[in-house]
């Protein structure tokens, strides 16, 4: 198996084995883990009645957890222990009931223990409706044993 | 009744208006809201089972939720619609099961359409655990009909 | 000229106009402005002395305000006026006297009035060296008559 | 002296010698130092011809180049050597020639490393003009040997 292959394997596992033990986004949130590569990964949601807030649309406090959730994939896929130190979103469009919302993300740099991860959360229509960056910091450990 | 009584009065009106229709806040997620106040607002969270992430602590998602929901009482404090613009958050310590999260925030500037709200979350030893900065931007509408 | 010209051509102008009064930017920081385009700006530094603060490294205000100025190119290149609401920007690595600081920013997303732009600072040895992100709120005028 | 009146004395002596040095803030900006006490600084600059962008107001930038500069006084007030990881700016209002802008920054939060400073700049009707949240990392060293 060349290097490559292996970075992909391994970044598969370490999603799996993740989410697998996630109950806040798998059980409590509904998210789907659709993909987990070396420093992206790829969520996906449908927004449900749980998911609403007073004014009848998805909390945003939910849109960034999709976001975090998928930036927390993006940043472990390595196999190295990551947390996520800080984060800041833009909210562009409301979601609303129904809506699937798919969010993907990117490592834009990872420099020593600190990386910054791009998310950016779509619609059905292919609509942004929120951007988030997220900061990591590496810690001790690794996610599954290669 | 005093000018100053009846803007604490509509505030704690729009408070109990907005989390008795807010299922993603109270129902979803378990919120308490403590206090609604002229551009001032508390909730508080207790850590159960349903917010642990793979990592088997409070997913940072749900403590932004928190935030962004206290953020979202102190900004429609007023009674004018306000919708969540941008956030951003620095995560401080985890949170664990059990853990009881108070989150207090307060209005920095209202200067036209546009605010700014700081929260912080604290748990039950009064550490900080998370601050959170959120941008508001009023939108056509109230919440309640004085 | 087909519109993609005219845009583009439009966008130079934009570009050249806002540059020749840009006392800050062109004097007092010493920028050169490499390329406006649509949604799309290239600007560059050289450290300089004055650029130096008490640890003997570039000002971290300065690395900013190189990042702001290029995203200011890139929020006006359509020849509407816009204005930052709000930026931040992640510190990866100092820069030193001497070095050369090339940022180019990229329009993420305009959505009515309001947009987001990704400006990435490199120094002359190619390493990211901050990565900043700017909100955008257009306002009336333009800043050239086509 | 108590020890109260040392940390007061450790932080002004910081401050003078960061500030000495400091060509940046000092000579290009033309910033004053008006306090440095623990976790908490104050500068002032007055918009000059020097300051302003091709709309004819403060450069932005400059603005936050402010904010940066008083947060980096409140930060390294301990005299444990830190720096700027991150910063995110609030832009409220223009600041227009010959303002007297005054930035005063309070650490929030110091959790081992890392701390979160706010920093407010007004002008001289004691508007808030702008509202910045830097982060900071200590690193090994003093500025000034006690």
Chains 1, 2, 3, 4 share one sequence.
Do not use: W
Not at 50 to 64: K, P
Request: net charge neutral; hydrophobic share 45%; charged share 15%.
């Amino acid at each position: 198996m060349s290097f490559a292959n292996s970075a992909e394997a391994l970044a598969t596992m370490v999603g799996n084995t993740m989410f697998a033990a996630d109950v806040a986004s798998k059980d409590t949130m509904g998210m789907a883990l659709l993909l987990c590569a070396p420093g992206h990964a790829r969520m996906r949601m449908q927004v449900r009645a749980l998911h609403l807030n007073g004014h009848g649309i998805c909390h945003g406090g939910f849109i960034f957890t999709l976001a975090d959730s998928t930036f927390a994939f993006a940043c472990n896929s390595h196999n190295h222990n990551a947390v996520a130190a800080a984060a800041s979103i833009e909210f562009l469009k409301p979601a609303k009931l129904d809506d699937v919302l798919t969010c993907t993300g990117q490592e834009q740099v990872l420099s020593g223990r600190h990386g910054v991860y791009d998310m950016t959360v779509r619609n059905q229509h292919d609509e942004v409706i929120a951007l988030f960056r997220g900061k990591s910091a590496q810690i001790p450990g690794q996610v599954v044993t290669p």
